[in-house]
Nanobody, 125 residues
Framework: QVQLVESGGGLVQSGGSLRLSCAAS????????MGWFRQAPGKEREFVSA????????KDADSVKGRFTISRDNAKITVYLQMNSLKPEDTAVYYC??????????????????WGQGTQVTVSS
């Protein structure tokens, strides 16, 4: 079992930055690829970014490319999402998730085995 806890969300003006953290407990994270997803009110959960087990490969949604960066520190069993140039359309609850599969980097929520409770990000115009 892996327990994931997100933090770092909040209210920010358009063009601002936030860094989300996802801390794990229960076991180390280096056995899991990790992903960030988000869900806005009335919308389906959507893929944001993913990173492989060792942090060597990443994948981003087109909507966040060039603005968001996913990273991980396996020693600290934490995954980060640096979000720059935020837009009002980035407003959502952001979730981190862990994927036990070897390949990882999946865009599909059903491929992930463990989820955090989410952290709210609100971007004002």
């Amino acid at each position: 079992q892996v327990q994931l806890v997100e933090s770092g969300g909040g209210l920010v003006q358009s063009g601002g930055s936030l860094r989300l953290s996802c801390a794990a407990s229960g076991r180390t994270l280096d056995s899991y690829a990790m992903g960030w997803f988000r869900q806005a009110p009335g919308k389906e959960r959507e893929f944001v970014s993913a990173i492989d087990r060792l942090g060597r490969s990443t994948k981003d949604a087109d909507s966040v490319k060039g603005r968001f960066t996913i990273s991980r520190d396996n020693a600290k069993i934490t995954v980060y999402l640096q979000m720059n140039s935020l837009k009002p359309e980035d407003t959502a609850v952001y979730y981190c998730a862990a994927d036990r599969r070897v390949l990882g980097l999946s865009r599909f929520p059903n491929d992930y085995d463990y989820w955090g409770q989410g952290t709210q990000v609100t971007v004002s115009s």
